[in-house]
């Protein structure tokens, strides 16, 4: 495993610098000291065999043997949700942490299905989350979009049903983009090209992407791009085995949102050195790194920006290059874009007599 000192300087500079997060699950932002609090507060009943206080939740989520087992935490953490304003207080906290870890845009996902099955209105979901939105960007800077994720292991019939339900909201805007999460390896991408077909045809401006490659093989990826049409690809870490994929992803710029500590969490590598980071540098394949579900992964953006730091010991110019490729492959303005790009270079020379 290699190890690289992140200097004072450094943690500073990774700090400061201007973060875009595209792989957040706001459900994943609801931590054992939530979780408790919420369900006295609305009178929810939790398993039996579920642990009981929050230090004993919390040694539970350190032993996450893959993605289905965390997905079983997953989706009863998130039935202690109730009212609008619980979903706006999830998602308020959210952005003032990835504020304060130097986050200026952030795209973030949210699982309706999950809601909706426990008689959970589409609206009190939207209405809460781009609450905390919009007061993210009023208040804290922070421009967003909420990309309305479908539960792959649910059946077809139900995703459409759900995009029925948000269709409105894909119309105002209040949710950009589409993408598809849960249990990868037994729900392949070809079972939703109708769902993305629908987006596609009535909201053109909607933002497609998928999660794919984080347990599926490269031929998830690849089906993901044919025949969902997306133009972003969640996890997309098992890319590095097919090099006809990585030089597409390269040719189209087709950014990957990495989960550097989630992947270790959910056993997909032993440690953020094994990932193929470098690989994709020198092929030229853009990513972003992510928190994916940070309460239950062990750290927000700036964690996961310096985990790969000390396995990888990049210099500021590749951080630099890192954090754009993270802008341009958001879904904003070319004005906002170049905010943000002004920004990390300001942030560059700032650290650049002290670090290079
Ligand atoms: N993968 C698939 N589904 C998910 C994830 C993930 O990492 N997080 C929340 N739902
Ligand atoms: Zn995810």
Redesign the pocket.
Known sequence: MAKYECSQHMHDFLHELPKCEHHV?LE?TLGPDLLFPLAKRNNITLPDNFPKTPEALQIRYDQFAD?ED??GF?YIGMGVLITEEDFFELAWMYFNKAKKDGLHHAEVFF?PQGHLERGIDMDVVVGGFNRACEKAEAELGITTKLIMCLLRHLPVNNCMDTIELAKPHFAKGTIHGLGL????KPFPPHLFIECYAKVAEHFPNVGLTA?AG?EGGPDFIINSLDKLNVTRID?GVNSYKDDALLARLAENQTLLSL?PL?NVK?QVVKDVSELPIQKWLDANVPFSINS??PAYFGGYILDNYIVVHTRFGFDLKTWVKIAKNGVHGSWITDARKKEILDAIDAVYLKYQPLLE
């Open positions: 699950h994943g993605l965390f997905l997953y699982d999460d849960s249990s990868e999660h984080e996890h989960c989630s959910l994916d579900d």
